[in-house]
T-cell receptor, first 115, second 115 residues
């Protein structure tokens, strides 16, 4: 069965600090896909990134970076030099191949960036 | 021009009533979803439809009945509302293959409060 665990319920950091959001997943499939979404205070959910199980390359996009490690079933998200606008709830999500596009979300981590 | 629009955005009603939430997407997507987000921000998939056909039906009480008159619309009808139904309901749409791309396009959510 697929499962996504985000153990950090809430994190607060001061602006300009780096912060890492943890995500651990469980799946029996060898082919699966991982995603991160952002939900700012306005409420809409925004897709950030995807990673498939065959691609363990880390990715950097501006101040955002993602570290995918199959050995530990983790897909962590780091924000460098955080800004107040990064304050949001961040969701890690998982889908398995041939599962009718069913995307399972973790419970989210609420990130507060303090000025 | 809103890509995925839900109405109403807010709904306050008494226990035992029946209510509907409507969703429309103008992205030309084939697949639409309903997700429920509870007060702790936990986001759980309820249903998905592909071109008017029910694909995903999670263990949702049968008081919840989705209806898709065409592939651009997916409505959610809830009978005999209970206190535990209070949540934000998100509609989303995607091309087929969102389980691979992760590219779900979400509406702004409909906040349902049952008194």
């Amino acid at each position: 069965a697929q499962k996504v665990t985000q153990a950090q319920t809430e994190i607060s950091v001061v602006e300009k600090e780096d912060v890492t959001l943890d995500c651990v997943y469980e799946t029996r499939d060898t082919t699966y896909y991982l995603f991160w979404y952002k939900q700012p205070p306005s409420g809409e959910l925004v897709f950030l990134i995807r990673r498939n199980s065959f691609d363990e390359q880390n990715e950097i996009s501006g101040r955002y970076s993602w570290n995918f490690q199959k050995s530990t079933s983790s897909f962590n998200f780091t924000i460098t030099a955080s800004q107040v606008v990064d304050s949001a709830v961040y969701f890690c999500a998982l889908s398995e191949r041939n599962r009718d596009d069913k995307i399972i979300f973790g419970k989210g981590t609420r990130l507060h960036i303090l000025p | 021009d809103t890509a995925v629009s839900q109405t109403p955005k807010y709904l306050v009603t008494q226990m035992g009533n029946d209510k509907s939430i409507k969703c429309e997407q103008n992205l030309g997507h084939d697949t639409m979803y309903w997700y429920k987000q509870d007060s702790k921000k936990f986001l759980k998939i309820m249903f998905s439809y592909n071109n008017k056909e029910l694909i995903i039906n999670e263990t949702v009480p049968n008081r919840f009945s989705p209806k898709s008159p065409d592939k651009a619309h997916l409505n959610l009808h809830i009978n005999s509302l209970e206190l535990g139904d209070s949540a934000v309901y998100f509609c989303a749409s995607s091309q087929v293959g969102a389980g691979i791309t992760g590219e779900l396009f979400f509406g702004e959510g409909s906040r349902l409060t049952v008194l």
